[in-house]
Nanobody
Framework: QVQLVESGGGLVQAGGSLRLSCVAS????????MGWFRQAPGKEREFVAS???????LYEDAVKGRFTISRDNAKDTVFLLMNSLKPEDTAVYYC?????????WGRGTQVTVSS
């Protein structure tokens, strides 16, 4: 399994932006699909965005047009740029990695959007 460490969370006003980063170690990063998930208080963890080894990208409908996922294989890092943030985006954001299913998870970074 690969080890994942997220950073970049924080408190931001509605309409603001944050960029999350996730650095991977202990595996061949370029072979993994990388994903971002989030979990709000009292809710189940949900998919946000993913980028496969070949660059194919998926987004959850609620973040399309506002969030951008990208990866830098030279730095073993995946990013999530979040624009036009809304209070409903408040959650702990987790980075995940895997070749077929996601089998490695980070500890998460808190994102809080104030209204």
């Amino acid at each position: 399994q690969v080890q994942l460490v997220e950073s970049g969370g924080g408190l931001v006003q509605a309409g603001g932006s944050l960029r999350l980063s996730c650095v991977a170690s202990g595996g061949t990063f370029s072979r993994y699909k990388m994903g971002w998930f989030r979990q709000a208080p009292g809710k189940e963890r949900e998919f946000v965005a993913s980028v496969r080894w070949n660059g194919a990208i998926l987004y959850e409908d609620a973040v399309k047009g506002r969030f951008t996922i990208s990866r830098d294989n030279a730095k073993d890092t995946v990013f999530l740029l979040m624009n036009s943030l809304k209070p409903e985006d408040t959650a702990v954001y987790y980075c995940a990695a895997g070749q077929s299913s996601y089998d490695s998870w980070g500890r998460g970074t808190q994102v809080t959007v104030s209204s």
